[in-house]
């Protein structure tokens, strides 16, 4: 199976199907980050596809500098997010087919209550973080709903590993208790 | 307290959501982004109106040279903002022109870009040359830029933050006037005996109008435009390309003067500097200076594909006591080899490898000059008589000195036929024959090449401390290798190398026709 940098190499030379392998390979990863950052469904929704869109755009000026493609999508819904109504307007007539797709789930009551109960704990879960300066936002959202590395928070933001601690840490002491505990996940990569 | 791993599937698309997702979107995309709106960012163009009469390019000129070692993706281009505002272009070839110019346009810089094929130039009297003065002090005109590698432009202020030391090129907008504006083309070219070659690029700050580009011949120094001399053909060399599913292999070993910075970060943005680099070796540096040595293979097809494989062979310094600071450092490794920036793997022995695929710098002409090569005279005067008609109807019989701009580019194009990936060795024996005429370049005897293979050398100055030597075999002709040498350090100001020192040599260990882009020649050993 092709990689992250085969597929993106594909697409950035014009290969759209590997671009949709890439999408089908993260779009739930970014779907996600978005929906912490804003809780909001059809807000994360709609920034997830302008998130893909956008990296399509700027293929050709865009390289992969790891084996994942995800610091640099989350890197994008980043700029997406912080820029939602500019970034979006590109891409109107995509979105609204992509809103009408909509979900078709096997079992109505359970997914009910299982997608309240979701909506519920984004919302709640999530206000400490969204509540921070923007700097210290950003490398803590990526930290606390993403699977990427300090590194790779740093090359999705385009900064240094350092700076990336130094905001932790000063989220860290403005949130306290509040602040996510991912010390685990993340003490393997100390040793880089 | 926040529950990061809060299972958010339920408000997720499923595996059906994703595909029926995935389907409207190459849709879009693949249709050409219909639904695009028109970009906001404006593509800026040099206004295409007439320039008066000619003018001389008397402003300031340079040569210098590229990072070496630089990323290997195929893009063309990258753009990263830079720490304290502005952005970082790495451009790795200028085939994306206007994509170029829309990236240098947002980030305030109007230009126009050109990219041609081999060989060619652009017709120099369709601007007017200027320069821009930089409010940290100093002047930008012009320069020519080689090598292979990564060009890199710094577009910001340059007023207050010290200008990026990795950048070929910084740029202030608003050093620019409005009639300001900067000229930008080039085309591949070899470098250095590479195998993959590398650009050559011209830069030029431009006032007023700016015509399109008229590509002309460039005027030498392009083995594309290798003349075939009038009543050649006498005896044809035998010199034939791969065959249809063959791959052309080479083998180099390819040794890079570099800085390690031993107080400078180990790793950060692109646009930082890091512990080791070409540039940060200066005046205005304290880099520790170190040969960084890289074993080249490259499976080159029909089409001009090709494969390559780079192993990092050892790290040199030129002083003992570096090489242990370095060591005791943790022995960092070269930026192109550092894990963190690149995909790294490890070869048999465990060093650090890197495999891509590519193509060549002539792309699908790569064997197109063999027929013309194999026209060319096997004698020496005439070889080099073959070449100087080309660049002057006078013909002159006596070389001109290596020194004179006739002789050097004489030299250059003699180099470069010794460069080719297929030549014979009686076409090898007159390049290296003529370029022993030539008065200025000197015969050493009994020197070492870079991999320690005794031969012959021929050395030349060129400028600015800067000089060329080739080490080949006497009895084959053989190349052995060719480097660019720092001839003055502090001419070519590099304090504290010693003269003499290779800012970079390319080492040749073999080369044959191989039946796929997995095997070697059974003689070009490892």
Redesign the interface.
Known sequence: MADD?QLW?RA?SGD??A??DL??RH??AV??YC??RTAN?QG?EDAT?TV??EA??KR????L?T?SAAPLLLGIANNVLRHQWRSQ??????LE??RN?G??PADLEA?AI??L???Q??RI??E??RRLPRREREVLALF??SDLSY?EI?EAL?????TVRSRLARARARLG??????TETREAEEV? | ????K?????????D???????????D???SG?????PSPRWRRRAPRLAVGAAVALAVLAAVLVFRAGG?P?????????R?GGGVTIQVYNLE?AS?LEE?LGDAGIRAQVTWLPPGRTCDETRFTPSVVKLPGGGNLGGAVISGPGTLTISVGSTKSARRSLLANINLDPAAFRPDQSLVLYGSPKPFGGAPKGGFEAHFQVAEGPVLPCTPVAAPAGSVGSIPVPQGAGAKLLDLTPPGPGQFLYTKTKVLQLQGWDADG?G????A?PRYFTANLLGPESNALPARVATLEEVWTARDGTTRERETLDRVEFLFPADQERWEEAGSPPPFAYDS????VKRDGSGRPLKEYASRSWRGSHEFANLPKLSKLPTEPQALRQAIENQQDAGSATDPAPASSERGAATAERLLEILGEPITSSALRAAAIGALAEIPGIELERDVVDGAGRGGDALAWNRERGFGRRIVFDPRSFDLLSEAEVIFNAQAAEYPGVPDGTAYRETVYLGSGIVDSDHERPSHAGH
């Open positions: 940098l190499e950035r759209a199907e671009f949709g999408y089908e779009a739930r779907q996600s929906l912490w469904l994360a596809a893909f869109l399509w755009r050709r000026r865009l390289t500098s084996g307007r590109r891409y109107r007539e995509t087919r992509v797709i979900q078709v997914e299982a997608r109960d979701a909506i704990r984004v879960g999530g400490s973080i606390a709903w590194g740093a385009g900064l240094p590993i350092g208790e509040a602040f996510p505990d991912l880089l | 307290m926040t529950d990061s809060t299972d958010l599937s339920p408000l997720l698309p499923d059906a959501g994703v595909k029926a997702r995935r389907a409207v979107l190459v879009a995309v693949g982004g219909r639904d695009s709106q990323d993706t195929p893009a063309a281009f990258a753009v990263e903002q720490q994306e994509g990236a970060p790793a950060g943005t692109k930082d963190a920036e690149h995909q």
